[in-house]
């Protein structure tokens, strides 16, 4: 009976001796048999332990990283226990690393005291909210703001003096150049003091976060800021772009079929009361478009590596050099074919030369003799007018739609419109401008008709 008691505590006392000595797998069994005692405390692989210089490696499965306080807690009590002095810390890492070229480590100081385990507050409800992508960032509309802010002022202020001071120069000198250069310098000014403000927001936004002191500002900005800055004018222009597409195709185009479209006058007020009732919808359209620009561009900035945007932008650049490339080249072939086969061959020069050397001798041919009967009459073709008549007839009651008020006058242009129309029907099918005269007799009917029903609700 105590020949079996005593066998265990020989083993026990031999592990004991082997940890002590710094055996790496005595230590691990022996961590491994008081873990065994408690679930939270994490089990270590055996065979993998080492010893190299003044720490041990101990490695855990993947699932059981990172270690727990508690597991922290019983590899300091254990080697403090054992007294090892050459074994200054422990470094515990998981046995299949996710990423290689940057492994996870966690390291224990043996030669300090253990720091004491802190619970994380719950996150409150404000931090468990998670803004979704989808949706322009409070930073988005900042900068949106920032625009217009940059719009309405800073813009206005270097245009001005831009114009005033390059206007002037211009003027003096008699070149335009010095006016475009002086806009130029005050856009690209613009865009700096932008930059400024934004490197003074970013600034703010450190301090509110306690993540800069006050004696850190810098005053030039960072390329960060730069790009804010140059990224602005592109997100106006592909805003207002935007506000073009979307807003275009509501105006009533087709009610003013007339020679002259921006020279009649209830056509220009028609055009104009549309698009003051579109300005609501223009300004969501601008400010949603330039929102989600500024969006698009903050995701592409923080997700997306820079050597893949910088591949992406070559590929556009390249894509569209080729695409012009191929253009060119298709649009000049014909020419350079053309150039190519007005060159004559050298053989037949050659043979030309020939054939003149061998009748310098001879007369030369008499040309034949005109015969009258032989002779046919030429006619020349006398254009037809009728086109040219109708647009005359049809530019002059454009004119008369703008100052018409009574029976008469509408009258007189509906005349007019009918005399455009007769002429524009006498223009033969083998003219060159009867396409055109047939569908301007669509066009010139429905101006009649507007004429007709104005001279009924005009007075006397």
């Not at 492994?103 to 043996?110: F, G, H, Q, S, T």
């Not at 003096?172 to 490197?199: R, T």
């Not at 047939?438 to 009924?456: C, D, H, M, P, T």
Request: glycine share 2%; with cysteine; net charge neutral.
């Amino acid at each position: 009976m105590n020949s079996t008691d005593t066998n265990p505590q020989k083993v026990k006392q031999r592990l004991l001796q082997l940890a002590k000595q710094g055996n790496p797998k005595a230590i691990v069994m022996l961590l491994n048999r008081f873990s065994s005692q408690s679930e939270n405390i994490s089990t270590f692989i055996e065979d993998t332990a080492t010893v190299q210089n003044n720490y041990l490696n101990l490695k855990v499965e993947s699932s059981l990283f990172p270690l727990s306080y508690l597991s922290k807690k019983h590899i300091y009590d254990v080697l403090k226990l054992l007294k090892i002095e050459y074994i200054e810390y422990v470094i515990v890492e998981p046995k299949i690393q996710k990423d290689p070229k940057k492994p996870c480590k966690e390291r224990i100081d043996l030669t300090k005291e253990l720091e004491t385990h802190q619970s994380e507050p719950e996150p409150s409800d404000f931090q468990k909210f998670k803004w979704p992508a989808w949706f322009p960032y409070p930073s988005s509309w900042l900068r949106m703001i920032v625009l217009i802010l940059w719009l309405v002022i800073v813009v206005r202020i270097f245009a001005f003096w831009g114009v005033v001071i390059g206007g002037t120069v211009s003027v003096v000198s008699d070149d335009p150049f010095p006016l475009l250069q002086a806009l130029i310098i005050g856009f690209l000014g613009s865009i700096i003091v932008l930059s400024c403000v934004y490197q003074i927001i970013s600034y703010l936004g450190q301090i509110s976060f306690r993540k800069s002191s006050l004696k850190s500002f810098q005053w030039l900005p960072t390329p960060l800021n730069l790009w804010q800055g140059i990224y602005t004018p592109i997100v106006l222009i592909l805003s207002v772009l935007t506000v073009f597409l979307v807003i275009l195709p509501f105006i009533p185009w087709g009610s003013c079929q007339t020679e002259l479209l921006f020279e009649d006058k209830n056509c220009h007020d028609r055009i104009q009361n549309y698009l003051a009732s579109l300005e609501v919808l223009a300004t969501i359209v601008w400010i949603t478009s330039g929102l989600y620009l500024y969006q698009l561009e903050y995701l592409i900035r923080t997700r997306v590596s820079a050597k893949k945007v910088i591949k992406f932008i070559a590929l556009v650049c390249f894509s569209f050099m080729s695409t012009v490339l191929i253009y060119t080249t298709a649009t000049n072939w014909n020419y350079i074919y053309g150039a190519f086969s007005n060159i004559e061959s050298p053989f037949s020069i050659s043979e030309s030369s020939e054939v003149l050397a061998k009748n310098k001798g001879v007369e030369a041919v008499k040309s034949p003799e005109f015969k009258p009967e032989n002779a046919e009459v030429v006619t020349p073709e006398i254009p037809d007018i009728s086109f040219k008549k109708g647009i005359e007839n049809a530019t002059n009651a454009s004119l008369l739609v703008q100052t018409a008020k009574s029976k008469p006058e509408w009258e007189f242009v509906a005349i007019q419109w009918q005399n455009a129309i007769d002429y524009m029907k006498q223009v033969q099918p083998d003219d060159v401008n009867y396409k055109a005269a047939q569908e301007r007799v669509v066009q010139y009917q429905k101006n009649l008709e507007y004429a007709r029903l104005a001279q009924n609700q005009a007075k006397e």
